[in-house]
Every structure is written in C-alpha cells, then in structure tokens.
C-alpha cells in the first residue's frame, strides 16, 4: 500500500460548483498534514496546513479524520484559476522527518 | 529573496554521462529534500538532509548521490545517466519536518 494515496481525476467541475476529494494516508503516526497546489510544469506551492480541527481559508476547507486516516479538501464556488493539481502530503513525525506526497489529484473547472 | 534556487534549468544528457543538479537555499532551513517527478505523477523523494553532514535514502535513491557539506547547498549527483531518469528534479527546503516547504523552480533533466 502507497503511504500516501490520491484519486488521480480528473475532477472536471462547472464554474461556482463544490468539489471535495480525500487523501488516504498509511501511518498512524503521522503528524502534520498539508495540501499543496501544482500548476503544470511548476513547483508545488502550499496551499494550507491541515489540523486536528480542521481549517478554513476563504473558499478552501481542509478536514483531518485520524481515525480513519484521511484528509479531505473541499473547493467552494469553484473559479477557472482554481484549475490545477492538488498534492495531499504527509510529515511521517517520528517514523521518518521527511514530506511524504501522494501522487495529487487533477482538477479541471470549466465555464 | 531569493528562497530556493536550482540549476540548471534544463538539460540534454547522454547515456551514460555524469552531472551534478545544483540546489541553494538562503533562509537558513536545516532540511532539504531532492524529488523528482515523472510525467502525470506525484513527487517521489529521493534522498533527503536534515542537517549539515547528515544525509538519508528516501524512495527511489537508486542511480543518484547527495552531499550536505553546508547549511546552504544540496547538491544532487547522477552517476551514468539512464534513460529511466529522465524526470523534472524538485529540491525543497523546510525550517522544520513539520513546516511549509518551499521548492526550487526545477530542474527539467532528458537522457537520451
């Protein structure tokens, strides 16, 4: 099993709708958690960091499920310049100091 | 600010040539991290530092080498290029394991 897991999309969204997709870790141990935007042929940027209670910033909304081992980013109001490649990356903590990424997840929004 | 800087940007090699992927950062981090990403892929880790003199395997270290002489520079070295490494090489920096890391704009590497 990947340590870090991603739904490849694409997610093809109309303008102004919601969409949400996961990212599945592996190691119970981890300890920080973030999401990363990738537009094509350019480095990752961060998006947000992901906490225990969750976080909001304007029209993105990340959600940490321990538990079942997931997070979860949610995209309000779906805008053109929202079109990108979302990366789920995970800090292993203890088990290894190092920035885990899944594979990302592709989304497409279209007028 | 100059943040991450990687060179070259863009480079031809051939079969079984050498060549040293430059990467400095000047925020002081004390981790640094050299991936590479293959088309439609996600970033795989290569090898990683998390301090001066300390270096470490990630996933796929296989084909490459690093050194960590200074705080600044992390150096990325492919000994007898492979088709197989052709990918675009990401190097990133983080103050802690556990904080933003920010990338280097690339390094775009073809092995023919």
């Known amino acids: 099993r990947k340590e870090v897991e991603q739904d490849p999309g694409p997610f093809n969204v109309p303008e102004g709708a919601t969409v949400a997709f996961n990212c599945t870790y592996s190691?119970?141990?981890?300890?920080?958690f973030f999401w990363y935007r990738q537009d094509c042929r350019k480095e990752p940027k961060l998006l947000m960091s992901?906490?225990?209670s969750g976080n909001e910033d304007g029209r993105f909304t990340a959600q940490l499920n321990r538990a079942s081992q997931y997070i979860s980013l949610l995209i309000r109001d779906s805008k053109l310049s929202d079109s990108a490649t979302y990366l789920c990356?995970?800090?292993?903590?203890?088990?290894?100091?190092?920035?885990?990424f899944g594979g990302g997840t592709r989304v497409l929004v279209k007028p | 600010n100059a943040g991450v800087t990687q060179t070259p940007k863009f480079r031809i090699l051939k079969i079984g040539q050498s060549m040293t992927l430059q990467c400095a950062q000047d925020?002081?981090?004390?981790?640094m991290y050299w991936y590479r990403q293959d088309p439609g892929m996600g970033l795989k880790l290569i090898y990683y530092?998390?301090?001066?003199?300390?270096?470490d395997k990630g996933e796929v270290p296989n084909g490459y080498n690093v050194s960590r002489s200074t705080t600044e520079d992390f150096p990325l070295r492919l000994e007898l290029a492979a088709p197989s490494q052709t990918s675009v090489y990401f190097c990133?920096?983080?103050?802690?394991?556990?904080?933003?890391?920010?990338f280097g704009q690339g390094t775009r590497l073809t092995v023919v």
């Open positions: 990133a920096s983080t103050v802690q394991s556990n904080t933003e890391a920010f």
């Open positions: 190691n119970s141990a981890s300890q920080s």
């Open positions: 992901v906490y225990s």
């Open positions: 990356v995970v800090n292993m903590g203890a088990a290894g100091n190092k920035l885990t």
């Open positions: 925020m002081n981090h004390n981790y």
């Open positions: 530092s998390v301090g001066a003199g300390i270096t």
